[in-house]
């Protein structure tokens, strides 16, 4: 493999710091897309060995790619983009990054572009130290849009866009401002070091999303998130593409939306936790100038205890009953009482001015988990459902649901809920998100309505990157009509709110959304692994050049709980890279979270996937397959020195638990990160000496193994399949 065939990974400054803007205070190669791996299952499992063998040869072009980029010439094209364009062509040639760099619009002089242009020259500044202007002068970058008159992001607009970047300037058509946004995404990502220069590679793009649909759902309502929050994770949202932002406003343990009609819900439904609705606009006004629409959710009937905290006689308990905030998570019994016309004379009120704050066309109901539990100890509700021969809980709902579509689109929204309120007489413009399975949304496509999915993109559940990556919002084998796969939308990522605050929440959904929203964007046939994660770390960088708190929150807290002490910050940051959070019912199980639960253990500083998940992986396939006697010793040298990093961590860790409680409480964990590092060890040491087949020592060490697999202390080792690896090695 020669330096001109490589396209590797792209350099990045770690000190890249991008603040928000004042709103936030013809040698031609066509470049293929890596070849697709057996990504999708009806099972849903991940790929699993081929994969591996497949990160193998990424490391191997990782260390290629480092000899590439020494060359102080070379201006190879170096694929980090993420997500995937549609088509791309690379060409032997580059334009410099200059102080000169101008970009013109033509005739289109909406705002919001113009202020795309400004955030894209700031960008470009703070990765170049280039001082860029958007004054006068010749223009490199040509922006032509067709339509140039739209004020907000509305869905199934055209999101498309070219991009050709030549020697002497680049040219970006869009059909719409917001493709042209993200045209200068990708512009952006393509920008590359070579020596003491910034270029832009030669390349013709032409690009388009798969999915018109492509949210992330956060939760303030469990856990109340700041407004700063909110717009740092809008950032994130654009730098990857994803064009909705579901806001889960409403919850048991908390109302958060400032309501002047009924003031009494965010008033005493809050704990003094809500958006002004000042605030709200101020939101809407971050997203839109970002391309992205802003869907709140109201969730109902059931999740509706805060609403009956200041109304309760919108309950379907008797009359006179009083009810509190939810202190725990968990399905509640309170909800709306469906046959009181009193009821729809409240909601047609309050949407009626929720309605006139969001600009977006759909308003999201929820509809899921109401276990039925009070309109069954309502002898009224009983005696309604019998007159009007309604049979179960689920039909009551139903016809609840028609009730308060009709309120929705008579202020001319549509209506979206999760996939509880699929019945057969659902009208068919309401939009169907999934959280039970593919196969709920599969149906509903075949039963004529749209939907999204989401069940298999939970973030809280801790899947990997790799994983989730393999999930497909239209799964082989679902034998779909073309007219029936064009009713699945896309997808949601969803961040639930019961296990994080502002602490822990930018950890938590990135670098991992990135990779779901190629999923929502990219071909596909855009399924290779290896590839992925090599073009994830460049994506995590940018992301905290953003100023997200994903690589930045982590090692905060992780100073936090070890002191000032670097060598012993430096330890607890080793021994934090072995492990990840429990999912999320095995937390629940341990620490019974809530909405009074704080947060700054260890397991919130600790991140999903964690790199050394597959460095580790790599290092014990490289020793026990090196192919050579030389490659052998290498790997046998670099595992040695990671162990005993380990080995002496261990000790340190014990240190700083003498006086850190945090870290104290991890005793199980503790202990047997001193076990596995001496286990990697004593492998090592027989492997080398052939001294194998020691029964005895097997077994201890299966046992530890076996100890360690367990889930405790909230968090889990991610190293446990290579050092078993090791172990078996010696049992010949």
């Given at each position: ?663 104290a409480e991890e005793q199980q964990r503790r202990q047997q990160f001193h076990q596995l590092a001496t286990m990697g060890l004593e492998a090592l040491e027989r492997l080398q000496s052939r001294r194998l087949n020691d029964t005895a020592w097997i077994a201890t060490q299966k046992q530890i ?28």
């Open positions: 493999m020669s330096c001109t065939q490589y396209q590797g990974s792209s350099p990045e400054r770690p000190d890249d710091v991008f603040r928000r803007d004042a709103a936030r205070k013809k040698a031609v190669t066509k470049y293929t897309q890596p070849a697709a791996a057996n990504g999708s299952s009806k099972t849903g499992k991940p790929p699993g060995i081929q994969q591996e063998k497949q990160f193998m040869k990424f490391v191997a072009a990782s260390l290629l790619a480092i000899t590439c980029l020494a060359t102080p010439a070379q201006s190879t094209f170096i694929n980090t983009l993420m997500p995937q364009p549609q088509h791309i062509t690379v060409a032997n040639g580059r334009l410099l990054l200059t102080d000169s760099f101008r970009i013109e619009t033509g005739a289109s002089h909406n705002p919001i572009l113009q202020r795309a242009t400004e955030r894209l020259l700031q960008r470009l500044q703070a990765k170049t130290a280039l001082q860029l202007t958007s004054g006068a002068g010749t223009p490199t970058l040509h922006i032509t849009v067709d339509d140039s008159t739209a004020t907000r992001p509305v869905f199934g607009q055209d999101e498309s866009y070219s991009l050709k970047v030549e020697a002497n300037g680049i040219q970006l058509h869009a059909k719409t401002i917001f493709g042209a946004m993200y045209g200068m995404e990708t512009l952006f990502q393509l920008l590359q070091g070579s020596g003491k220069d910034f270029f832009f590679p030669t390349a013709t793009i032409d690009d388009a999303p798969r999915f018109p649909w492509r949210g992330l759902m956060i939760d303030p309502g469990r856990h109340f998130l700041s407004v700063d929050t909110v717009l740092r994770t809008i950032d994130g949202m654009a730098a990857t593409k994803l064009n909705v932002l579901h806001w889960h406003l409403t919850e048991d343990q908390g109302f958060r939306i400032e309501s002047k009609r009924f003031p009494k819900l965010h008033q005493l439904g809050s704990n003094g936790q809500y958006y002004t609705q000042e605030q709200i606009k101020q939101v809407i006004a971050y997203a839109t100038d970002r391309g992205i629409r802003v869907l709140p959710e109201f969730d109902m009937p059931g999740h509706t205890t805060t609403w009956m905290v200041a109304y309760p006689e919108l309950g379907s308990r008797k009359s006179g009953a009083t009810y509190t905030i939810a202190d725990s998570n968990g399905v509640k019994d309170p909800v709306f009482d469906p046959t009181k016309e009193s009821t729809y004379k409240f909601l047609d009120a309050y949407f009626a001015e929720m309605t006139a704050l969001f600009p977006d066309e759909y308003m999201h109901i929820g509809g899921d988990e109401n276990n039925g539990k009070d309109w069954g100890a309502n002898a009224d509700i009983q005696a309604y459902m019998k007159a009007h021969n309604i049979p179960s809980a689920e039909a009551l709902q139903t016809a609840f649901n028609h009730r308060l579509q009709t309120i929705v689109t008579k202020y001319h929204k549509k209506m979206v809920g999760w996939d509880e309120i699929l019945q057969p007489d659902l009208p068919p413009d309401v939009i169907i998100q999934n959280w039970h399975g593919p196969e709920f949304l599969i149906n509903a496509a075949k039963q004529g309505h749209q939907g999204f999915l989401s069940q298999p993109f939970y973030l809280d559940h801790m899947r990997s990157a790799e994983e989730v990556y393999s999930y497909d919002p239209i799964p082989a084998g679902s034998n779909l009509t073309p007219a029936q796969a064009k009713l699945v939308l896309g997808g949601e990522i969803c961040m639930w709110g019961e296990q994080v605050d502002d602490l822990a929440i930018d950890s938590r959904i990135w670098p991992r959304g990135a990779v779901i929203a190629e999923r929502f964007w990219s071909p596909a046939t855009t399924r290779d692994v290896a590839d992925m994660y090599r073009r994830l770390g460049p994506m995590q960088l940018r992301l905290d050049a953003l100023g997200l708190q994903n690589i930045s929150g982590p090692q905060r807290g992780l100073r936090q709980l070890a002191g000032p002490n670097p060598a012993e910050q430096q330890a607890l940051a080793t021994f934090d890279s072995v492990l990840q959070p429990v999912d999320f019912h095995e937390r629940y199980a341990e620490q019974h979270t809530g909405p009074s639960t704080p947060f700054g253990r260890l397991v919130d500083f600790t991140v999903p996937d964690p790199p050394m998940r597959y460095e580790f992986g790599r290092m014990v396939s490289n020793y026990l397959d090196p192919g050579t006697n030389n490659q052998r010793a290498a790997a046998y040298a670099e595992l040695k020195s990671v162990l005993q990093q380990w080995q002496s961590a261990a000790n340190t860790v014990d240190d700083i638990a003498q006086h850190s409680p945090l870290v193994l076996a100890e360690a697999g367990k889930h405790t202390e909230l968090v889990d080792f991610v190293i446990l399949k290579p050092m078993q690896q090791l172990v078996d090695a010696t049992q010949q």
